[in-house]
């Protein structure tokens, strides 16, 4: 009777534990680096729901960035960071200030529009909130619309 | 041991629970062959706690939103402790408690247990019955896949083919002409508001009927019984309890092995923009009127095929409901056996031609066809008298089922 | 415009793009006369016209600056004509002055013109005097300029479109070189030849401006019913290159002028991407030709068309042998595999040495072409392979991923590990094009390296699947020594002797 009670409980009470903080997924994702690294960021583009996210600084983020001033959530853009050529993922190249595609070329500008080379249409954009102490903030990217 | 009793007692002076003990103490459950009939409302009622249980643990992490609802459940399955357990019990314990249902009512009309005085009996149990469809049909849609959209959309499509309300009870059920984000709070409300409180209520009329009328004991055993100066019979307490135990844990196992063997799939998220898959299907216990109506024609005489199978429906589940009432005579009582016959023959072969259809999956069909004949033929057993030409016809049909199933399953798993 | 007019104008205007060009398209270019404004007379007598026009066009009056400055004389911009609007007192059907053999133009061809809506009038691109009180015969007054034959429209747009002062106030960044580029086009060459009556190229009935964009009634070019907006441009070309009678005999650089390119170009992938996928941006007839310069690209610069989009692969291509062989051989680069108009979704069927590879086109081993060596073949083969290998790896670790994830196992890390098997898939195809085994390799192996963990970690969830599947098989065992339990206590439990009254009850 007691094994029975446990064997019922135990996974109950594992259940009842919260889990894992990152890793809700779906909706919204916590950027694996803060604010202040995005230039020395090794993994930008990273996973989101199982697509690459990639977030951008604006060129204004980048002067403020650079002159030590804070950053607020304007200054970044997150898009979904598939080409939309043929899916190829893109990558954030803040020497020239725009977002490249390796495979064919494709460059877009920091605001994720397609301006040369073969993608037909901008990148899908997502939604960047920041949080935490300042210097030390989390970017947080979501799907949903800022109602 | 004397502060066990001093506490009993303070329980017991402020609880008066000795009028509860005394009396399971004093319940008996007659002994005669329909005994084991007995065991499935306790079985349900098992597997309802295990609903409860499950479904309040469920409801810890679920997100009834269409942006949220089937990433919820694929977070519970993928990302919480066990929660690939909670919600496959859930699942599993949900069609479980169907099955059991369906033969709780079977069994029930077969020993004719809603006798006077015990019509309200049967009644609410009808009503139960129905209230635990609703449950399984609004649940069906809660983890927002792709099969329970298009489901739920054929479903509550059905509702509006009554006639004169049916418009408007299809957009009270769907909340707007589509199924959208409004449905799925609809029925999440439904599920784990509206439902759970209407079945407290009818559960418990329910079984304060059953208390105070006591089991029921077929005529026939009745009369025999009398002859012999009355029926044996075991207290409640402890020996049907135990015996009742042993039915929840067998219960208890089926699950586990359901859960072990067939975890519940998740699906792909619902799109309502996609084009309907090929397969959709409703839960296995609205597949036979599902199949039924898929293969109406569309006019029937002057009629619409599909308002002439809900109004159809709706007429069976009326006559199962005042079923008592109807059972007035000899030819009344034999219309309505042959009825059920026909019904229980009816929803077998739906069932199986709906759960396989649309592939050449002949085999696959008279393998569930053969397992549903299986299940349902046993219930004849204590109906007919040892050695008697029934109980070898019975034995024969059971045989020959077994043996069909068997020679289907080989043939299929060889094929 | 108000809101509610906006369908009913653009009915209008659809319609009026259809008039215009069904008026204006194949038979002006055979030659005849334009039918805008049509001189009874000039119809009789179409050739001896041209050269008459041109010297019309030769003595033009400055553009005026009425339109520019919004004159108050003439009536609001894009407004309906006043009744009593001068010009139509003979060149409306129906006029005061009008009679059969007037020149006629339609009212709303007029109101829905750009220029129109711009406040441009009628003398402001005729000349002439504006008023009934100081008209002049047409024929009379220096100042008209008359557009008789289609031919004339060169000269007769160029007036305002070439003059950079007055197109400024109209647009800041107008271009003004049409009619420069117009000159060095296919047409243009032609047109000039036939005018000095020179050589074998001269034809007078090559496309002009009206011929693209429509007389009244003309269109700006980001309206979408304007014959030149990106969805229509390919089939206003082919109005007359696919015409296989008009195109008879027409060559340029000994290649045909007029055949199948339309037909071609809407199966390829670039007109799907236009026509039916809605990408704007896709690349249509004028993107490779040039549109008022309009030329086919020689032989030695079809990459450097097909690189305006497709920059990296024809960078690499610009380094290979290959594309020097071509060169030396007269075949015209990308085009010789990918095709020119049609150009299909490439495959990884074209690489290789098998059914529709094209390299075994020279690459062949009984027959090799422009010097093609075996050892090309050896590579052609081994590419080939490669791709396939890491595409095959591709697909085992996806169907695992998706297999552990039908069955509720947390696999979205893998999923995204795998975009980059993808990546490297995409990349090895486009490095094809250095013709070099290093490369492309060095890209599979990438992918085959994502593939194989990717595979590692699908396979670990699919056993920590089954792993719980035993596990809650195992909670079996206790359950049913549970179960014994109890049956051996209710066998324990003797039964007491107690009678059920059912009637009692």
New interface residues.
Partial sequence: ?V??WG?ILYPVLRFLRPRAAT?S?ALEVVAPFRVKEILQAKNNPF?F????CLVVLTPDGAKRLAAGQAIQADDLRAFNA?CTH????VKYRQENGDIYC????GIYDLNGR?V???P??PLEAYVVTLRGEPGQEEIVVSKQSPA | MNTRRRFVGFLEERLGLDVLLGLARNK????HASTPFYYFGGMAIFLFLVQIGTGILLSLYYKPSPDQAFESV?AI???VDFG??IRSAHSWSANLLVGVLFLHLLTTFMMRAYRRPRELTWMTGIVLLGLFLAFGFSGYLLPWNELAFFATRVGTAIVGVVPVVGKQLLLLARSGEDVTGDTLARFYSLHVVVLPMLTFAVLGVHLFLVQK?????PEKI?AD?RSK???????FL??FL??D??GW??A??IL??L???F?W???DKADPFKPAPDNIKPEWYFLFMFQALKVLPAHLGPFEGEVVGVLFFGACGLIVLFAPFLDRGKISRAVLASLAAVAVAFFIAMTSWGWFSGAEQTTLRVILGGIQTVVVLPLLIPFTAPGSNGRKLVYAGLTLAIAVLAVATWWETLG | MKRDSRPTAMLLAVILAAAAMSTLGIPALRGELVAVVQEPEAAQAPAADAPAAADASTAPAEPTDAAANASSQTPPAGGPLPDDYSCLTCHKKGGDLWNETTPTVDESHLTNDVHWKKGLRCHDCHGGSETLESFKNHRDDPDFRSLRVRQDSITFCGHCHSNLDYMRKFSPSARTDQETEYWTSGHGQRLKASAAGENAQADAGVATCISCHGGHGILAVKDVNSPVYPTNVAQTCSKCHSDAKLMEGRTYDGRRLGHDQYEQWTKGVHGV?MLS?G?I??PTCNDCHGNHGALPPSVGSVANACGT?????S?LFAETRMKHKFEVAGMPGCAVCHGTHQTFNPGDSMIGMGDGALCAKCHNPANPQLGATLAGADLAKNIHAKLDELKRNIELAGDKVREAE?????V??S??DL??A??AL??AR?LIHTFKPGPVDEAVDEGLKVTASVQESAAAALRE?TY??????G??V???I??GL??A??RR?P??E????????
Avoid at chain 1, 86 to 89: H, S
Wanted: proline residues 8%; glycine residues 8%.
């Fill in positions: 009777m094994a029975t064997a890793a997924g996973d729901g199982g697509k690459p598939v043929v899916d190829c993922t390796a495979c064919h070329e397609n040369s080379g073969p037909p249409r | 008996l459950v007659p002994i694929q399955v993928t990302e690939w357990l009328h006591g089991m029921s004991v009745v019984a100066g009355g029926l044996r019979a075991m207290p402890p020996h135990l015996r135990m042993v844990y067998l208890l196992a586990a092995a859960a072990a063997l975890p799939e998740l699906g | 991407a996928k990408d941006s896709a989009c497709h920059g990296k692969v960078k039908r069955l509720g196992m947390e979205r890390g999923r995204y975009h980059q993808f990546d995409t990349n486009t699947h719980r599947r035993w596990w809650l098989a909670s079996l206790p359950i049913l549970v179960v109890l049956v206590t209710i439990t039964l007491p107690s009678r059920y009254d059912p009637s009692h009850h």
